[in-house]
């Protein structure tokens, strides 16, 4: 047991070294200082209005925002259908299909960023928003269809089976039966493709068309010309957002499980 | 009355509620189910027996829907179904897992069928409750399957497949899961509830005792084939097949040979027992041949002193008993006449042998069965 005190100082001064910069960042966006930087000389929240004020970043969020909706909603449901058609069916080339869906997680972000790049060049399409949003869709993808993959495992085949010899459809059963068993694992795959697409900034920089920032193209715009106390600020908000969300996941999840087994 | 309305409902009374023809199911290159045909009468109670592996859920599956036949037709009440998919069948279905929907209350479960047929409201209401009440689990309505025990959830799935008014019900072990003393009591009241019903039902199981104990009819089957057909008395008592016969039950198999066969007896000669005539329709398959098998169950071949009077038409052999097993209302032994190792199982009532006492051992010829080679 002698270890035992090294390895708490170790693991605290792992943990130390990475969220300091996070609290230090959440603590000086509220610093009234107009250099953003120590010491702190009093509370203010000016950084965030200066944020709502500045159309820029604005626009930024809301390109963010709905890049990261659409993300979402077009990865949890290409995950939910390809889960499905993995799990519960048969097919030739089943495997190599169900690595390929898997494969963007293995290959690093930038080289499938220039890939993709590369291959639209090619093909001589120009960026658009419409493509960025497809980008996100591949590397999200994974996310979702891991999630639900695993828990649609779980969920034996014979609920859909008595669903279907009580009368319900294929697409009856699905929404009645084999849906709300997996939803949990749906919502964790949309905010899992949510988060992932509104913090992406190596594969959105390559694919983003020109004029169109997000959140984080934006901030590294911004770095480049001067550290702006707004910056924090924005990081703030950010770091808000992609942890609050998982967890306000988490406790709707909670919430129904209870109901149900009270 | 005029007769022939009678003749009609004699007609449908009897008539044949599903047919298998000529089924086959292949994976891949495995053979799961070999042509296989089988009528199933209109309100009667079936099983399907034999021991794991021997393709009694594949067929069930087949019929459910749930599987498509490699070759053959499926009929449901002389309609092709082959291409009617599970949600136009209109089957109970009840699984061994009982596939309770967790996220459902126990009445939602139960409705769930309703919901695709015609039925107002109203009707559901009361259509659920009178399920409901048949189980005996009238006032379950509001809570989740997780809180219902296993035998309770097992009589909330018999209530979901039988709501929606089933042409046929299928069940598939649908008591393995239970424990013994609840399964003898479910036994019962599943036989009781399909026969108040007169439902046609497809049982799947590999316990012997239920399928004798709740069947009209059995089908023994082994290795994708059908050994037997017959009721519970024939496939016990007049086994087609060896298989059969060791399957159900503790069985003697002995071999003879065929002395002479009449019109309506055959003489065989039994080592140590001597000759003696069973009737042909003792004989299963019809022609004996010259060498044969006799069956005869353990339970009657009977022990008795030496000196003792045998029953009339009894034969007999000496031989001496190698071992006991006292099974508490019964005794089972082990005995050695000549080179034959027999079973008898007797009554504690009669008189009581131990190991290594010589003994008579005797049995009435009315009660085996002769099979050809
Ligand atoms: N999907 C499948 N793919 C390949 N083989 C299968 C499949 N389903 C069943 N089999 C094989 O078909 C045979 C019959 O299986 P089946 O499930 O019908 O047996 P069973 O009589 O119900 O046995 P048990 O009493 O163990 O349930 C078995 O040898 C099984 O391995
Ligand atoms: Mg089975």
Redesign the interface.
């Known amino acids: 047991m002698r270890g035992w005190p090294l390895i708490r100082a170790w693991t605290i001064l792992v943990y130390t070294f990475m969220f300091l910069p996070v609290a230090v960042v959440i603590l000086l966006a509220f610093n009234a200082n107009q250099f953003g930087a120590f010491p702190m000389t009093g509370f203010s929240l000016r950084w965030f209005v200066a944020l709502w004020e500045n159309d820029a970043i604005v626009r930024a969020f809301q390109t963010s925002l709905t890049l990261g909706l659409m993300t979402a909603i077009i990865s949890t449901t290409l995950g939910v259908l390809a889960s499905l058609a993995l799990v519960r069916y048969d097919f030739p080339g089943k495997n190599s299909i169900s690595t390929l869906l898997i494969a963007p997680i293995l290959v690093p972000e930038v080289v499938l960023a220039v890939a993709l790049l590369l291959f639209l060049q090619m093909l001589n399409i120009p960026k658009s928003f419409f493509l960025l949003l497809m980008g996100h869709v591949i590397f999200t993808l994974p996310f979702v269809v891991l999630v639900v993959q695993a828990r649609l495992v779980a969920v034996?085949k014979?609920?859909e089976?008595?669903?279907?010899?009580?009368?319900?459809?294929?697409i009856?059963?699905f929404f009645?039966?084999t849906l709300?068993?997996i939803l949990p694992a749906v919502m964790a795959g949309g905010l899992f493709a949510f988060t992932i697409s509104f913090d992406d900034i190596t594969g959105t920089l390559f694919w983003k068309p020109g004029g169109v920032e997000t959140v984080p193209t934006q901030i590294f715009a911004m770095l480049r010309n001067s550290i702006s106390p707004e910056i924090n600020a924005l990081g703030a908000v950010m770091i808000m957002l992609t942890t609050g969300l998982p967890l306000i996941g988490i406790g709707v999840a909670r919430w129904s499980a209870s109901r149900?087994?009270k | 009355m005029p007769l022939p309305t009678i003749f009609a409902r004699d007609e449908i009374i009897m008539s044949t509620a599903v047919t298998l023809d000529n089924i086959v199911k292949r994976f891949g290159t495995f053979t799961a189910v070999h042509p296989l045909n089988l009528e199933i009468e209109q309100g009667s109670f079936l099983t399907l027996l034999g021991p794991s592996g021997c393709g009694k859920t594949t067929t069930l599956r087949m019929i459910a829907g749930l599987l498509d036949p490699t070759e053959g037709d499926i009929l449901v009440k002389g309609q092709r179904v082959n291409t009617v998919p599970i949600h136009k069948r209109n089957l109970g279905i009840v699984f061994q897992s009982y596939a309770l929907f967790p996220h459902k209350t126990i009445f939602e479960n139960v409705a769930f069928g309703l919901k695709y047929r015609d039925v107002s409201k109203a009707e559901v209401e009361q259509k659920v409750k009178a399920a409901m009440e048949l189980v005996q689990l009238p006032d379950m309505g509001d809570r989740y399957p997780t809180q219902l025990s296993g035998g309770q959830q097992q009589r909330i799935a018999l209530a979901r497949a039988i709501v929606i008014e089933p042409d046929v019900l299928l069940l598939d072990e649908p008591l393995s899961a239970l424990d013994a003393n609840l399964r003898e009591d479910m036994r019962v009241e599943l036989k009781n509830i399909q026969e108040k019903l007169g439902v046609t039902t497809v049982f799947v199981t590999h316990d012997q005792g239920e399928a004798l104990a709740m069947s009209d009819n059995i089908v023994v089957m082994r290795d994708g084939r059908i050994e037997q057909v017959g009721s519970p008395w024939d496939v016990y008592n007049r086994p087609a097949s060896e298989f059969v016969a060791q399957f159900l039950g503790a069985s003697n198999l002995m071999d003879v040979s065929v002395e002479g066969a009449g019109a309506d007896k055959v003489a065989i000669e039994l080592p140590h027992f001597g000759k003696l005539e069973v009737d042909t329709t003792q004989v299963p398959k019809g022609n004996a041949s010259q060498k044969g098998k006799l069956v005869l169950r353990a339970e009657k071949l009977q022990l008795s002193d030496a000196k003792a009077k045998l029953p009339a038409g009894h034969v007999s052999a000496k031989g001496t008993v190698e071992a006991v097993d006292y099974l508490g209302q019964s005794v089972r032994y082990f005995v050695h006449v000549g080179d034959q190792k027999l079973q008898a199982i007797n009554t504690v009532g009669q008189a009581l042998f131990n190991q290594g006492e010589a003994a008579q051992v005797h049995f009435d010829p009315q009660n085996c069965t002769l099979l050809g080679d």
Do not use: T
């Open positions: 034996k014979d609920y089976e008595a669903a279907r010899s009580l009368g319900a459809s294929p009856q059963a009645q039966i709300p068993l149900r087994n």
